[in-house]
């Protein structure tokens, strides 16, 4: 008489058979060695706020909020206020996040629903990742002697006809906020497209076959079950795209103009606070040193919050859409 196939896949060795003590210990080993690993992030983390707090210190007693809210940066007077450069952050920032989630959305829907062959769709997935192996200083160089000379005649036609409009009240006379977003935008690109296809590739696919079976078109479909169905994977994708843009120096030190000024103007040149640290820091005496790392806190501060509202934005969408709690 043949075994039952429960017997014969709990005997030793089976599929159920309990985890040996070999496997026990594995087990074990792998969670202290998880344990110590996210310990250590912890601790790496308040020991760097540790060190940049005590360094900056002098200058939150001496300046306190008005160093936020201050508008001027003069060294010879002591006189630090990093509003413009905040101004600046948030500005250049959520202008690359509005071009770059925008086609980061479109390069998923393209690549997932179809509209190319599934080999072609990954040669092109390929493409898009590649960006993220370029430097940072190639994007600035890139932008200096490609994007800005681009930009230029567009920037002087905006201004004559359309200058009595804020966004284009100046020319582009060099470097500014709309190249300098430009090429953050390419930049958060792979992270915002690659995040958001594995989110739409996630959805089952009867999902899309319960749609079509409604009598819906292709483009309700993705517009209307699709995105919203992948709404959590794709707002992930944003989130660290805009972290991203708010952390990024180089390209943005090389093409936002480094003006300490307050402007909408998409053309004008402003400055920003990473692009602030990498500046003036190789050059920096104890006092600006101390006003720096007010300023660091300051960006991490930033930084921060938007992760916690990216996320409270998250877990939002999917008790809304996803039905999780």
């Not at 071009?99 to 997932?112: E, K, S, W």
């Not at 935008?185 to 079509?212: G, H, N």
């Not at 960006?299 to 409270?312: C, K």
Request: net charge neutral; glycine share 10%; with cysteine.
């Amino acid at each position: 008489m043949a075994r039952h196939q429960f017997n014969v896949s709990s005997s030793v060795g089976g599929v159920c058979a309990p985890p040996s003590s070999r496997q026990l210990t594995s087990d074990l080993l792998f969670r202290g060695l998880a344990w110590c690993c996210a310990a250590f992030i912890i601790l790496l983390t308040g020991y760097i706020l540790y060190k940049i707090g005590v360094q900056a210190v002098p200058a939150m007693q001496q300046h306190g909020l008005g160093f936020i809210f201050g508008t001027t940066w003069d060294v010879s007077r002591d006189t630090f206020g990093v509003l413009p450069e905040i101004w600046g952050t948030l500005y250049s920032s959520l202008l690359a996040l509005l071009i770059g989630g925008t086609f980061g959305v479109a390069i998923a829907i393209f690549l997932t629903q179809e509209f190319i062959g599934p080999r072609l769709a990954s040669v092109f997935r390929t493409i898009v990742e590649m960006l993220a192996a370029i430097p940072s200083v190639v994007f600035g160089l890139w932008g200096i002697y490609v994007v800005i000379p681009m930009l230029r005649p567009m920037s002087e036609f905006l201004n004559e006809y359309l200058g009595w409009f804020p966004l284009f009240s100046t020319d582009l006379a060099g470097p500014g906020l709309a190249p300098a977003a430009l090429v953050l935008a390419i930049m958060i690109l792979p992270t915002v497209a690659a995040i958001s296809v594995d989110a739409m590739r996630r959805i089952p696919y009867k999902v899309k076959e319960a749609a079509y079976g409604m009598g819906t078109t292709r483009w309700e479909a993705i517009l209307k079950v699709m995105l919203p169905t992948a709404s959590s994977g794709i707002l992930a994708a944003l989130v660290l795209g805009f972290g991203r843009a708010l952390g990024e120096t180089m390209a943005l030190a090389m093409l936002i103009g480094n003006s300490n000024q307050i402007n909408i103007s998409l053309f004008a040149p402003a400055n920003t606070l990473a692009s602030l640290l990498a500046s003036s820091f190789p050059e920096a005496g104890v006092v600006e040193v101390q006003a720096l790392m007010y300023a660091a806190l300051v960006l991490l501060a930033i930084t921060f919050l938007v992760n916690v509202g990216g996320l409270a934005i998250q877990q939002y969408t999917v008790r809304k859409f996803e039905g999780k709690r």
